[in-house]
């Protein structure tokens, strides 16, 4: 089977270095392998949007030379693939409606206990609709990693499939699509580890075989939190990528010599793609990232 990964970003803002490590793991297996290596847009969340980031984001992979292969695949644009699928299981008793709140479902312990699962509830009524678990899935194996658990509660949990607001969620809109590419391999930061096991458990409803998964130490500040959009993570810098591209290429294990260092640009990435390994990833699962102001 040939070799196919991705970079799924969400446009809820500009890349970042933590974003640039994902792109970089991702991009470096893939093409490591021969294979191909696509970009989808994982605009879900409206509310959690930036406008102009979808645009932004593909301009600083092209300035830091991670060119795709096909076109962009935007989620928005997937609804109809998202809703027939929901109603195939709704059909089936695979999901259900629930109108269970978080407030309700943090009175109860902070899971949900399948308090809808027999309940009658008409789709005209606000509510969500959930995954009906048949097994769960407690644990998966990491190329990288090894055998990964995964907490027992959540991996019982029968999860949401689309918002109670009407928006497509996360782990149906990433199976479906990954399916749908073809996707053989998701490499991806160890703060989606947790949904594993949900979208395992989508991959057999749909009798797919699952994808394997490499996941990516995090980036961390200086105060050990986790560089995201929300904390405020400085934008990456597009007029100037080799300094940033080295300080992530050094974050993912890489051995950067002097002339590496002092290469152009391609040279660098190309550089990169012949002497990646996953044994070179650091065995940790978080790292602090050695910048400031955006540079390293």
């Known amino acids: 089977m040939n070799y196919v990964g991705r970079f799924a970003p969400s446009p809820s803002g500009p890349l970042h270095f933590g974003s640039l490590v994902a792109a970089l793991g991702s991009y470096f297996q893939a093409k490591s392998r ?21 645009d932004l984001i593909l301009a600083t992979l092209e300035a830091y030379h ?17 809703q027939d699928q929901i109603e195939q299981w709704l059909l089936s008793k695979e999901a259900y409606y629930c109108q269970c709140t978080r407030k309700q479902i943090k009175q109860s312990g902070g899971f949900y206990l399948g308090t809808c699962r027999d309940a009658i509830i008409r789709s005209s009524e606000p509510c969500s609709v959930r995954f009906k678990v048949p097994q769960a899935i407690d644990h998966f194996i990491d190329q990288k990693h090894g055998r990964i658990a995964i907490p027992q509660a959540l991996a019982d949990e029968d999860f949401i499939i689309k918002r109670r607001d009407g928006l497509y969620a996360y782990n149906l809109a990433v199976v479906l699509d990954d ?18 096991g949900r979208q395992i458990n989508l991959y057999h409803a749909m009798e797919k075989p699952e994808v394997s998964y490499v996941h990516l130490p995090l980036a961390l500040d200086h105060n050990g ?7 405020h993570a400085p934008a990456l810098n597009n007029k100037e990528p080799i300094e940033t591209l080295l300080a992530a290429m050094t974050f993912l294990g890489f051995d950067i010599d002097t002339h590496i260092a002092s290469a152009k640009l391609d040279d660098i990435i190309t550089w990169g793609c012949q002497n990646w390994s996953l044994q070179q990833l650091p065995n940790t699962l978080a790292s602090t990232a050695r910048f400031s102001n955006g540079a390293p």
Do not use: C, F
């Open 34 to 54: 021969h294979g191909e290596w696509l970009v989808r847009i994982e605009d879900l969340d409206p509310p959690r949007e930036m406008s102009g980031a979808s």
């Open 179 to 196: 399916i749908a590419q073809e996707v053989t391999e998701v490499v991806r930061g160890a703060d989606l580890i947790e949904p594993t």
């Open 225 to 231: 939190n986790k560089l995201s959009k929300q904390n």
């Open 66 to 82: 991670l060119h795709w292969d096909g076109e962009v695949v935007y989620q928005s644009q997937r609804h109809q693939l998202y």
